[in-house]
């Protein structure tokens, strides 16, 4: 959408404390997470541009469904017929009313609710009601389908870009894709297990859940019961080319509680995998915390510059737990794992809210990231950047992996590096 003021937020000088090395930078300034005004230009510049996970494949896998969601100020159509998952604006090419309020099945024909013209499930207007008692030559229905968006998958998701411009979600995601092969995403499922899937309706800006994913900094206080099997040592980064923040817990830890080791492992996992905690940030609104029997999701659907929904999927590999009727003893432990999620991400949303509350109320100016723990976010930070600032995102730069050097970039073994914290004297 074309705009004419420039704001100072897509300026290069707003941004120049998360342009420098993570040792020299800041965090944001509290009207980037505060200020509605800021909100409604980060709409346009960067949910309007980017690759946002908006469903789960499996929500939109059967021809005949169609989906509705919100990107970057916009109402988009997703539907699945013969000829694949396609997107459209929730807009009728007669005078523009919305097609569609809720998920629905539609038997492959989408009616526009106010004088009936009717559009396939692929986007074609296929009947336009009275339209012949007075013809008009100069009305072709093939010159009004609807108006098509970019939709692709990956994994587990369904992403929407609003802009043609952007390079291809394969190119945005870069090497994750290759990084977590093995654990074959394509096959995993929701369980139908009770409480699988969520949502949590949050008080603080979508970007302080991401960069509170993204950092391990806060685990000891916020989490201490967290911190027994994702030991704060035992993290590193988890980065290579792509818009994405990663972090690895190799290993997870069972020597003070096994909560994320109770359920069967993914089959053909590597020896790295089947040890660790792999906790991507997909920018902007994707968290995936993937462990070997399962993931916890998460897709941030920002409402106000205050206000987020988290929809939070609990995934599985193929195998007994995505069985139609598992056994008892693994409901039970699914329980378990599942319990010990919500406490955790309950701490998180305290936090973020809290966070949100100091921002919005307060307003101190932004302070220093703490370089070992917080890299993460200076990497987050400057694709925002980015986002907000470039005036053509096909100028978009893919962020390269942070250092060279496979143990660093890969996790493929205990951390090479671990920080010399003393915990126990950081109370
Ligand atoms: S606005 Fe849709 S048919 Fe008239
Ligand atoms: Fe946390």
């Known amino acids: 959408m074309a ?38 230009v ?14 789960l494949a499996a929500e939109v896998a059967q021809p005949g469904r169609l989906l509705v969601r919100s990107v970057g100020g916009r109402s988009v159509l997703l539907t699945r017929s013969d000829a694949g998952l396609k997107g459209f604006l929730n807009s009728c090419r007669h005078r523009g009313t919305e097609l569609a309020e809720h998920d629905c099945d539609i038997a492959n024909t989408i009616r526009c609710p106010y004088h009936r013209w009717h559009y396939s499930a692929d986007g074609q207007l296929v009947a ?23 939709t692709e998958v990956w994994g587990p998701l369904v992403f929407v870009c609003l802009s043609d411009d952007t390079p291809p979600l394969d190119v945005w995601l870069g090497d994750l894709p290759d990084r977590l092969a093995d654990y074959e995403f394509s096959h995993w499922r929701s369980a139908s297990l009770d409480g699988a899937a969520r949502m949590f309706d949050v008080a603080a800006n979508w970007k302080l859940i991401v960069e509170n994913f993204a950092e391990y900094y806060h685990l000891p206080w916020v989490h ?9 040592p035992d993290h590193y980064r988890y980065q290579g080319p792509g818009m ?82 598992p056994s008892a003893e693994l409901v039970e432990s699914f329980e378990v794992t599942r319990r010990f999620w919500i406490e955790v991400n309950d701490e998180d949303i305290d936090i973020c809210e809290r966070a949100q509350r100091g921002i919005a109320r307060g307003g101190a100016p932004p302070g220093p990231l703490a370089p070992r723990f917080e890299e993460p976010l200076n990497r987050f930070h400057k694709m925002t950047a980015d986002l907000m600032t470039l005036p053509s995102i096909a100028d978009l730069a893919v962020p390269a992996g942070d250092r060279p050097g496979d143990v660093d970039l890969y996790g493929s073994q205990p951390n090479p590096l671990p920080p010399a914290v003393e915990l126990d004297a950081a109370t």
């Not at 707003?14 to 409604?40: C, G, I, K």
């Open 244 to 325: 994405y923040c990663g972090q690895t817990t190799t290993p997870v830890s069972g020597d003070e509680r096994d909560d994320w080791l109770t359920l069967p492992a993914a089959a053909g996992l590597d020896d790295s995998d089947a040890a660790s905690g792999r906790f991507v940030a997909l920018f902007p609104n994707v968290t995936l915390a993937v462990l070997p029997s399962h993931m916890f999701l998460m897709v941030l659907e920002p409402m106000s510059a205050g206000r987020t929904l988290e929809h939070c999927t609990f995934l599985f590999p193929p195998g007994p737990i995505t069985a139609d009727e």
């Open 42 to 55: 980060e709409q346009e510049r960067l949910f309007g541009r980017a690759w946002v996970a908006v469903a």
């Open 128 to 150: 336009v009601p009275f339209f012949d008692e007075v013809p008009r030559d100069d009305f072709d229905m093939a010159d009004y389908g609807l108006i098509p968006v970019r």
């Open 3 to 40: 705009h004419s003021t420039v704001h100072e937020w897509e300026t290069a000088e707003f941004w120049a404390p998360q342009r420098s090395t993570v040792e020299a930078s800041l965090a944001m300034q509290p009207a980037v997470y505060a200020d509605e005004d800021f909100f409604a």
């Open 224 to 232: 201490p019961e967290l911190a027994k099997v994702s030991r704060v």
